[in-house]
């Protein structure tokens, strides 16, 4: 939580947040995807450096990192729409991971970008949910995440 206050009282947004179980399980790992003004953003990485139980806060940037979200989508297809949504879900490098008789879940996983396309196509369908993750990132090379 104090975290996070670190970032509201800065007026930063924050759009996505992932945490899970660092590599040694002895902690966790925060994902934290903002929007907000540039100017102030050195101060917060400071900010939260300095909280106690903070190890290291790094910025990471489409350049110097991999970004990708996972995004699960449920349909109505009986068998007719079947075919059709199969070849929406390959294009998009999707995999069905759930088939019944009237509907199916399907999983994909990228960029922002290509998820919201993958969720426009599919809505000639009828979509009864829709789960996404946030941003996971990875630093690229040999830089600590």
Not at 109 to 135: H, N, P, Y
Request: aromatic share 6%.
């Amino acid at each position: 939580m104090r975290i996070c206050q670190v970032f509201s009282r800065r007026a930063f947004n924050i759009d996505s947040l992932v945490v899970s179980e660092g590599r040694t399980g002895a902690f966790s790992r925060m994902t934290i995807d903002i929007s907000g003004s540039p100017e102030g953003f050195e101060q917060i990485i400071k900010q939260v450096n300095k909280l106690i139980d903070v190890i290291h806060c790094y910025e990471h940037t489409a350049a110097n990192s991999v970004v990708r979200e996972m995004l699960l989508v449920k349909i109505l297809a009986d068998k007719d729409e079947r075919s059709s949504a199969l070849q929406v879900i390959e294009h998009f490098a999707g995999k069905t991971v759930d088939l019944s008789p009237n509907s199916m879940i399907a999983m994909f996983t990228g960029t922002t970008s290509k998820l919201d396309a993958a969720v426009i196509m599919l809505e000639q369908f009828e979509v009864i949910e829709t789960v996404r993750t946030g941003k996971v990132v990875m630093a690229r090379g040999s830089q600590a995440t």
